[in-house]
T-cell receptor
């Protein structure tokens, strides 16, 4: 069963408008959330993250909001630019168990198209 | 230049073939990872190596055999694969397996594998 869900496989937005990408999670142990961006023929690159002790984190045009009670987070891109067109992955991780590694649990991704 | 290089970028192999995927990181990291992304499924962690020692194996079938000869190189040996193993295989590295991921994990561009 998927623990991180991105229910919208694709999203189209006009240049200059706001893009809102949504992500839901089911595992209450997750305490750190991340967004990765992936262009075709490239690997995912880190975009922004948020700890569960916060409800908002902002970095330039990108803001991530976390609603713990709803187990929901969203990524806002304002203003959207054509170069933002990519696949966006939501990911989550829980605390260090002392073994293995920090496991990243990913969503399936949302393909964002920003139309000029 | 991502710092994590994967070869080959595309591979087509028959079910009885033996092939290998190669990953090299130029970042001085101590941890390396193999991820798999199948069509319509999220990125899934397969293996984690820390200082050339396998520290995690996420219930991956034995037809996938990882090898980490040194901290800069990671291989995924493939034999008697099935068509359902066709996927994008991503290598990643981080300074330490105990570092919470974020902008600390770097992905390669991926190797597209098609099993016929």
């Amino acid at each position: 069963d998927q623990q991180v869900k991105q229910n919208s496989p694709s999203l189209s937005v006009q240049e200059g408008r706001i893009s809102i990408l949504n992500c839901d999670y089911t595992n209450s142990m997750f305490d750190y959330f991340l967004w990765y961006k992936k262009y075709p023929a490239e690997g995912p690159t880190f975009l922004i993250s948020i700890s569960s002790i916060k409800d908002k984190n902002e970095d330039g045009r990108f803001t991530v909001f976390l609603n713990k009670s709803a187990k929901h987070l969203s990524l806002h891109i304002v203003p959207s630019q054509p170069g933002d067109s990519a696949v966006y992955f939501c990911a989550a991780t829980s605390g260090w168990s002392g073994a293995g590694s920090y496991q990243l649990t990913f969503g399936k991704g949302t393909k964002l198209s920003v139309i000029p | 230049e991502t710092g994590v290089t994967q070869t080959p970028r595309h591979l087509v192999m028959g079910m009885t073939n033996k092939k290998s995927l190669k990953c090299e990181q130029h970042l001085g990291h101590n941890a390396m990872y193999w991820y798999k992304q199948s069509a319509k499924k999220p990125l899934e962690l397969m293996f984690v190596y820390s200082l050339e020692e396998r520290v995690e194996n996420n219930s991956v079938p034995s037809r996938f055999s990882p090898e980490c000869p040194n901290s800069s190189h990671l291989f995924l040996h493939l034999h008697t694969l099935q068509p359902e193993d066709s996927a994008l295989y991503l290598c990643a590295s981080s300074q330490s397996r105990a570092t919470r991921p974020g902008n600390t994990i770097y992905f390669g561009e991926g190797s597209w594998l098609t099993v016929v």
